[in-house]
Nanobody, 122 residues
């Protein structure tokens, strides 16, 4: 599965962005989808995911209440709304997929897209 993440950019603290993950030719609603991020010099971390069959969502504590994941089945995307951005949110953001009906949290994802860079700075 060839995933494509987009929507990154430069934003001031307190601002917002909307990231989008898509996969041409693939129906994303059949996949568990997760968003990860990797900041310079740090390990990659999972921040949010959404299941395929159950549609349940999960968030890391660092983003809960600020970031929101959603599916747009008409557009075949999984979006991540980033609100109240902080400088520590600066990172490359990646989406990942796995064709499974299992809950999305803790999965080993086997398809990855290129990152989209989010920079939070004044």
């Amino acid at each position: 599965v060839q995933l494509q993440a987009s929507g990154g950019g430069l934003v001031q603290p307190g601002g917002f962005l909307r990231l989008s993950c898509t996969a041409p030719g693939v129906t994303l609603r059949d996949y568990a989808i997760a968003w990860f991020r990797q900041a310079p010099g740090k390990e990659r971390e999972g921040i949010s995911c959404v299941g395929s069959r159950d549609g349940k969502v999960s968030y890391d504590d660092s983003v809960r209440g600020r970031f929101f994941i959603s599916r747009d089945n008409a557009k075949n995307t999984v979006d991540l709304q980033l609100n109240n951005l902080k400088p520590e949110d600066t990172a490359d953001y990646y989406c990942a997929a796995r064709h499974t009906s299992f809950p999305c949290r803790g999965l080993q994802y086997d398809s990855w897209g290129q990152g989209t860079l989010v920079t939070v700075s004044s």
